[in-house]
């Protein structure tokens, strides 16, 4: 996808697009002129679109990164602890979850 | 040739060495072993809790990881609001109150905090996933967030249930190990 400069065709290049069909992937040709521009200012248009959408996810996440880590690694002292006192107390961890055996 | 006297493995060393992940990940691999059928592991797990020099610290920093975690989501629960923050903080505080008891050792301690810090997370990724998104994709990274808010939330309530109905049933470890004695800090 994008433009696709032949040895002998002119520097700029044409312009393709890949199109996803149930026969598979298809190169659809624009060529050099409007309509090539037309395709190409689509695309990085809606690249652009995508980067602020994963931008914006991402700054979100960084909201609470700190927050997470910390809950992240409670969370972790949690099962370690409630592990340990649940075998220390002779049950064990069968098939997601904790029995203590008869007998 | 006289063989040198050694220690076995899974015994905690006297020495410092190695660190609070290392040990960390000992404790859980003895607990592995032991639901494998290995008997002396359980001992092992006991002397590693008790003796081992890079846990004691860490365990007197749970209840700082625990206040941190909580302040922390508090901010975030606040979105800027100094006041709803604060609001956070008292429904935590009272939370875990609720949670722990009178007379808490550090496991419950622990267990209660994750339990709050869990619902904590999930409220901000329930308010987070009710705004307007701008895009489709926004929505839906809103909604995995939330998504997997409820399950760390359920995981840890399930833990908080699982334990407190052991000990309703009076089980307790037959050694006597600090962090799961009463009012340790």
Known sequence: ?103 | MGKKKQAPPDAPKKKRHGSVESAREMVKLLTVRANEGHPEAVGSIEKWLEAFPELKPECRALDELAEKAVAAWAASVGFGDKLAEQAARDEASKLKQELTGDSPSLLDRVLASAVVVAHMAHTRAAVMAAQKADHPGIREARERVLSAAQKRLAAAVKAHRLLAHKKEKRMRPKAKLKVFEPSVA
């Not at chain 1, 994008?2 to 697009?17: E, H, I, N, S, V």
């Not at chain 1, 075998?87 to 997601?96: E, F, P, S, V, W």
């Open chain 1, 1 to 103: 996808m994008g433009w696709d400069r032949k040895l002998k065709g002119p520097a700029g290049g044409y312009f393709y697009l890949s199109v996803r069909t149930p026969a598979g992937v298809k190169k659809v040709y624009f060529g050099r002129r409007t309509a090539g521009h037309l395709a190409a200012a689509a695309v990085e248009q809606r690249r652009q679109a995508r980067l602020r959408v994963a931008s914006a996810i991402e700054s979100e996440k960084a909201a609470t990164a700190d927050a997470d880590r910390l809950a992240d690694e409670l969370a972790v002292w949690a099962d370690l602890l409630s592990a340990a006192w649940l075998t220390l107390t002779g049950h064990a961890y069968h098939r997601g979850e904790w029995r203590k055996p008869h007998g």
